[in-house]
């Protein structure tokens, strides 16, 4: 492999680890990307995909190590952790076994999630403000939040965009809406880095474990920056930014599915 590729993949990596926080979809942008890049070996592929993972999957358990341990002794908050995860991993385990996941990322798909989700995330950054999640989040909104958090299954949607849409829908606050989809991502991100783990076995050298190293150090660091910067950005100011860079981004697909 020539050296040359590791430069892409560091740019993905950090992509990574920047968009999967913010409601601009990361696996849209990745499945265009990777397309481009083209790595030769789908298992170096997949590998990598496990690394920019979990990547991110360490840097929202050290952002939030204090918020972890509190979910330990509020037992309320955990019970809605579990009932907003299971809907995507009952439905991420049909994808898998139905193998939809060649259709579900074609690039037309990816373009028109992402145009469609944009305009239904400006619909609900108008909701005035009425719950607040540490106090009296309901088994209710915590199950519509988790059933929202299906559709990410589809690329272009945003995992972290269409759960702040669903909370904002329900009257949560941008920054409660953004800290309850950071905690919810745990579990799936956990999920996906451990299934993709056991299915990706290959024979490790040395080259492999530095792409490994570069997907998983770089996307911890951009994730790092990307949460605190967000959480900071959503304090004072409202979505429309990423309604924006999603159209702006749903255009470009759209013209590059069709040139």
Excluded at 8 to 35: D, H, K, M, N, R
Excluded at 73 to 97: D, E, S
Excluded at 234 to 247: A, C, K, M, P, S
Aim: glycine fraction near 4%; hydrophobic fraction near 55%; proline fraction near 2%.
């Amino acid at each position: 492999m020539s050296f040359s590729i590791y430069f892409p993949l560091i740019a993905l990596a950090i992509i990574q680890g920047i968009t999967e926080w913010l409601p601009i979809s990361s696996s849209g942008i990745l499945v265009f990307l990777e397309q481009l890049i083209n790595l030769e070996d789908k298992n170096l592929n997949l590998l990598f995909n496990i690394s920019v993972h979990a990547g991110s999957l360490i840097a929202i358990i050290f952002y939030f190590k204090k918020e972890i341990l509190n979910i330990l002794k509020n037992l309320k908050l955990l019970q809605n952790i579990i009932i907003a995860t299971i809907p995507v991993v009952l439905f991420g385990l049909i994808v898998k076994v139905l193998n939809l996941n060649i259709f579900l990322q074609d690039i037309k798909v990816v373009a028109f999630a992402t145009v469609f989700f944009s305009i239904i995330l400006y619909l609900s950054d108008k909701t005035k403000i009425s719950q607040y999640y540490e106090q009296n989040i309901s088994n209710k909104n915590a199950f519509y939040i988790g059933l929202a958090q299906v559709l990410a299954l589809i690329p272009g949607t945003s995992r972290s965009g269409i759960t702040i849409t669903c909370a904002r829908y329900l009257g949560y606050s941008r920054t409660d809406a953004a800290k309850f989809s950071f905690i919810i991502s745990i579990p799936v991100l956990l999920a996906a880095t451990t299934l993709g783990a056991v299915e990706a076995i290959i024979n490790l050298n040395s080259q492999v474990i530095i792409i490994l190293l570069i997907g998983f150090s770089f996307s911890l660091i951009a994730s790092l920056l990307s949460i605190k910067v967000f959480l900071t950005f959503v304090e004072n100011n409202n979505l429309t930014l990423f309604v924006v860079l999603r159209l702006i981004l749903g255009a470009g697909l759209l013209f590059y599915s069709f040139s």
